[in-house]
Nanobody, 124 residues
Framework: QVDLVESGGGSVQAGGSLRLSCSAS????????MGWFRQAPGKEREGVAT???????TYSDSVKGRFSISRDNAKVTVDLQMNSLKPEDTAMYYC??????????????????WGQGTPVTVSS
């Protein structure tokens, strides 16, 4: 059993930065895709960034150039550095782990494990 625990969410003004962290309790996550999704009120959950065990990375177009994902396979953690935040980045952010296609457009039903979510609020 793998559990995901997220931290680092909060409130920030537009243009600011936040860093989200996710820790996986079980070591099997180190061999699987890890990523971040977000869900804004009234909207569907969407992929933000993914990183494979070999550190292949994908980003959604909306965050490319502003967000950076990284992972530590030894510590089984995945971080999301968010810079130049915009009000439209406001959402609940979820850490995720799965096997298979490691890309932001992965079918969400293929995600094997979700974190509990951490809120990010960006004010203008």
């Amino acid at each position: 059993q793998v559990d995901l625990v997220e931290s680092g969410g909060g409130s920030v003004q537009a243009g600011g930065s936040l860093r989200l962290s996710c820790s996986a309790s079980g070591d099997t996550a180190s061999s699987r895709c890890m990523g971040w999704f977000r869900q804004a009120p009234g909207k569907e959950r969407e992929g933000v960034a993914t990183i494979s065990p070999s550190r292949g990375i994908t980003y959604s177009d909306s965050v490319k150039g502003r967000f950076s994902i990284s992972r530590d396979n030894a510590k089984v953690t995945v971080d999301l550095q968010m810079n130049s935040l915009k009000p439209e980045d406001t959402a609940m952010y979820y850490c995720a782990v799965w096997t298979g296609l490691c890309a932001v457009f992965v079918d969400k039903t293929d995600v094997e494990l979700w974190g509990q979510g951490t809120p990010v609020t960006v004010s203008s």
